[in-house]
């Protein structure tokens, strides 16, 4: 969190953190809390952000990895934490919503269908390319995404290789 604060902090003066999610932004976060759809794990968190077009819910989420195992995909948990993703954007009471995050699937997954239906990708609105974010080294599958409802993407494009085994997805939105 100190690498990514000092290289953010500068222009993004707004974070917060929760478990191994940040969030941070230009405009000011008024208020944030852990969102509960993985029991035991603190990946995911909900924020309501001041934007200049009114105020925005934001969602930064990492969902479980799907893994291969001898009996093929095993999905299950990655898809019992979309369920309860979904559940929790169905209570969501703002009409500008952002959700951004590893979802662990391309947007063709029938896992993820429920969430296209309700969210525009920015990549598929606005990208430049295929928008591939892993591995890192040779990108052949977009499971990094950037979601929107109420909200105008823009442009979208994935950034170069930073260490991690995905590479950053970014957009650009107009509330």
């Known amino acids: 969190m100190p690498a990514y604060q000092k290289v953010l902090g500068r222009r993004l003066t707004h974070s917060i953190h929760i478990g191994t ?18 029991p035991g794990w603190s990946r995911s968190l909900r924020a309501r952000v001041q934007g200049p077009g009114g105020p925005l819910a934001v969602y930064v989420v990492h969902l ?48 993820l269908a429920s969430l296209n239906s309700r969210l525009t990708s920015v990549q598929d609105e606005a990208g430049t390319g295929f928008g591939f974010s892993w591995p890192a080294a040779f990108p052949v599958a977009r499971i990094d995404h950037i979601l929107t409802r109420g909200v105008t993407p823009t442009d979208a494009w994935t950034l170069p290789a930073t260490g991690s085994d995905h590479r950053p997805v970014a957009a650009r939105l107009k509330a």
């Open 21 to 38: 999610v940040a969030l941070w932004s230009r405009y000011p976060i008024t208020d944030s809390e852990r969102v509960t759809i993985d």
């Open 64 to 111: 479980p990895s799907v893994r291969v195992g001898a009996s093929g995909f095993t999905i299950a948990r990655r898809d019992q934490v979309l369920t309860a993703l979904d559940h929790a954007l169905d209570q969501e009471q703002q009409k500008k919503v952002l959700l951004m995050g590893d979802l662990n699937g391309a947007t063709t997954d029938r896992g």
